[in-house]
């Protein structure tokens, strides 16, 4: 893959995408559209744009008045989502994590003795595991059901906490060589991965952390360590590892 970072290369699928007649794409553009788009006439127009919200869909495509949303990612370490951390333990909360669970994930997320980020001395990811890999496998035990993770997909993935579009698919690389896999393919991929081992606290496939755990007690990055993200570090391997599953089904 080339160096073009994030914003450029969702602007280049809109180049491809806006003002093309379906009939006019490559194979696989073609085939994504028809995925989304099954019923509409092969001379129906495009019409594309970047979603300039902090929303799950990168751009947003509309044929005869439909519009769907497709999430666009590149490269490794894939972020897929970032809220503060009162949300984060409301929605465990709110999805019945026990008390001790819930108090167990703060001390793994703050890594400084505290459940409030204001101990004095702060423990990189390593260094907690070291003392603490039994309390997070709790942890895990309780986030690794069907239920839960079918809704963390939706949170994290999906739809998110403020979008009118959820993603219909999502596509990784680059205009000249990409994957692509539906909603119904994510969903899939996180049911399946439902018991894999980490050693960190984890929803399937997605790694739960600090945005940054500001070990160098920088100021300028200290409100990072109230903010959760969500990772999907193994993105690429398990688009292949579903696509492949899905031909050998067909």
């Not at 490559?26 to 788009?37: A, C, F, G, Q, S």
């Not at 004095?120 to 990811?125: A, T």
Request: a positive charge.
């Amino acid at each position: 893959m080339s160096n073009i970072n994030g914003y450029d290369n969702e602007y280049e699928f809109v180049k491809v995408l806006n003002g093309k007649l379906i009939c006019e794409l490559d194979p696989m553009t073609y085939d994504l559209i028809k995925y989304l788009y099954p019923y509409e006439p092969e001379n129906s127009l495009i019409r594309c744009w970047r979603n300039h919200y902090f929303q799950k869909s990168d751009i947003l495509i509309k044929i005869n008045g439909k519009i769907k949303g497709v999430s666009i990612k590149k490269g490794i370490k894939n972020s897929v989502h970032v809220e503060a951390i009162s949300e984060f333990i409301h929605f465990l909360i709110e999805n019945h994590l026990s008390r001790e669970n819930v108090v167990e994930y703060l001390k793994y997320h703050y890594a400084d003795g505290t459940t409030n980020g204001k101990g004095k001395v702060r423990l990189s990811s390593e260094e907690y595991k070291r003392n603490h890999q039994i309390q997070i496998d709790e942890i895990n035990k309780e986030l690794q059901n069907p239920k839960l993770i079918k809704k963390a997909v939706g949170r994290f993935v999906l739809k998110g906490n403020n979008s009118f579009y959820p993603i219909s698919a999502l596509i990784y690389g680059e205009v000249n060589d990409f994957l692509w896999i539906t909603k119904e393919d994510i969903i899939n991929i996180f049911l399946r991965k439902l018991n894999s081992y980490s050693t960190s606290v984890h929803f399937g496939p997605l790694i739960v952390q600090p945005k940054n755990r500001c070990l160098n007690y920088n100021l300028l990055y200290n409100k990072d360590r109230y903010c959760v993200q969500l990772k999907w570090y193994s993105l690429f391997d398990d688009i292949m590892e579903q696509l492949y599953l899905k031909e050998q089904r067909n």
